[in-house]
């Protein structure tokens, strides 16, 4: 990220991003919720990528620098928060689920943004209680710092279908599988099947919001077949691949 805007206050507003498009990175002294009506939105910092449909929402705390991506037409919403509304009391990016309830309130937060009325008000303070209860589901795809690794890791950002083992990864970047599972796990906080799940979703998402079928998304992200992404899919997001293709994504209007 090259330049870094500072907006001391975190906008609540509604924008329209064309697929593709993004905004740059910037920062705010307040919190914000970032949230996808349509789409699929990514929230990208120095320590990985966020990645959100419209069935969830990421927490973007105060101070964070931090860009936006648009895959697909974006309808994008921002509701932000004083430095001391903190409902979770959460210090990094978090992904959270977004129930019928808490989309109705962030779009009605983002409606009339100047609006301060008592009622608004209210709507902002029920928004907070469905935050505090809404479970974190993150997708996050973690940027690692040991070269070995991100060299490892460049190769499947690359190409998420790459079905190779550790071992055999390892060999082409110059590191045992040992060396690179102990990297995983204290680098990133997790396992390689873990990481490489998560970008494999991460890019299904992007894939799905491009309208590219279920069938193709599951070839190009390196599952087997379309049956055993479909159920690693709905177990990582509730519901089928084929509800988040294109425009069906998220509950609908």
Known sequence: MREIRHQPVAPTSTRWLAPGAGIDAHRHDDHQ????????????????????????????????????????????????????????GLDKPTVLTVSPLLRELILACTRDPADDSPEHRRLRAVLCDQLRASPQQSLHVPTPTAPQLKALCDILLADPADNRTLAALGRQVGASDRTLSR??????????????????????LVLLAEDTPVTVVAHRCGWSSASAFIDVFRRAFGHTPGRAAGRSIGFGR
């Open 33 to 88: 919720i970032v949230y996808a009506g349509r789409g699929v939105l990514a929230v990208t910092t120095d320590a990985g990528s966020w990645i959100a449909p419209a069935t969830r929402a990421i927490w973007v705390p105060a101070g964070t620098v931090h860009s936006h991506q648009a895959y697909g037409e974006l309808e994008l919403h921002l509701v932000g928060l004083p430095v001391d509304t903190n409902p979770r």
């Open 183 to 204: 990297l995983f796990k204290a680098d990133l906080g997790m396992t390689f099947p873990q990481w490489r799940t998560q970008l494999r979703l991460a890019h299904a």
